[in-house]
T-cell receptor, first 115, second 113 residues
Framework: DAGVIQSPRHEVTEMGQEVTLRCKPI?????LFWYRQTMMRGLELLIY????????DSGMPEDRFSAKMPNASFSTLKIQPSEPRDSAVYFC?????????????FGAGSRLTVL | AQSVTQLDSQVPVFEEAPVELRCNYS??????LFWYVQYPNQGLQLLLK??????LVKGINGFEAEFNKSQTSFHLRKPSVHISDTAEYFC???????????FGTGTRLQVFP
């Protein structure tokens, strides 16, 4: 298994531009999580899905952020318009409920820099 | 809601010395506990987990942790560290019957030769 795949690994954009981060979870995993990591706030859970349905988006910072999971093998996190304070590393993680262990497998992350 | 506290933001240690990284949690219900490691420019990798049973849990790379319910702690230990153990270590907790894994702020372990 290739693990959780995230793209792009690095993104540099200018304030006001739209940013789309992508994630391919491990095949067979039915939960998908988006986290954001910053020096100031550490690792924050933004949103998670179960069977492609958003379950809890209470961590999404504001309306500029949106996430979708159109099918079991793909999810996007979109920021529109982007702001410098959105600069962070965004991680996607997936989990199989069947494993019974609540163990998340993380992708390598997408480092976003908004100028 | 659950929370996790990692009291030490940085822990410097010499190679082959023992190390303990501290983690305390707060929750009104039973929890599962985890330690993850993050090497530079990489994602998080599971070190070990406590789900139930023996309170002493062994993980990868020679790490172990002990769950202490009365002190609500889950400290990570290694008897002899290597240079390659230099990384950021995160303690995390998830409450029973929930899906939200909550992380501590992390401890940077720096191993010196």
């Amino acid at each position: 298994d290739a693990g959780v795949i995230q793209s792009p690994r690095h993104e540099v954009t200018e304030m006001g531009q739209e940013v789309t981060l992508r994630c391919k979870p491990i095949s067979g995993h039915d939960y998908l999580f988006w986290y954001r990591q910053t020096m100031m706030r550490g690792l924050e859970l933004l949103i998670y899905f179960n069977n492609n349905v958003p379950i809890d988006d209470s961590g999404m910072p504001e309306d500029r952020f949106s996430a979708k999971m159109p099918n079991a093998s793909f999810s996007t996190l979109k920021i529109q318009p982007s702001e410098p304070r959105d600069s962070a590393v965004y991680f996607c993680a997936s989990r199989s409920l069947g494993s019974g262990a609540n163990v998340l497998t993380f992708g390598a992350g997408s480092r976003l820099t908004v100028l | 809601a659950q929370s996790v506290t990692q009291l030490d933001s940085q822990v410097p240690v010499f190679e082959e010395a023992p190390v303990e990284l501290r983690c305390n949690y707060s929750s009104s219900v039973s929890v599962y506990l985890f330690w993850y490691v993050q090497y530079p420019n990489q994602g998080l990798q599971l070190l070990l987990k406590y789900l139930s049973g023996s309170t002493l849990v062994k993980g990868i790379n020679g790490f172990e942790a002990e769950f202490n319910k009365s002190q609500t702690s889950f400290h990570l230990r290694k008897p002899s560290v290597h240079i390659s153990d230099t990384a950021e270590y995160f303690c995390a907790v998830i409450e029973y019957n929930t899906d939200k894994l909550i992380f501590g702020t992390g401890t940077r372990l720096q191993v010196f030769p």
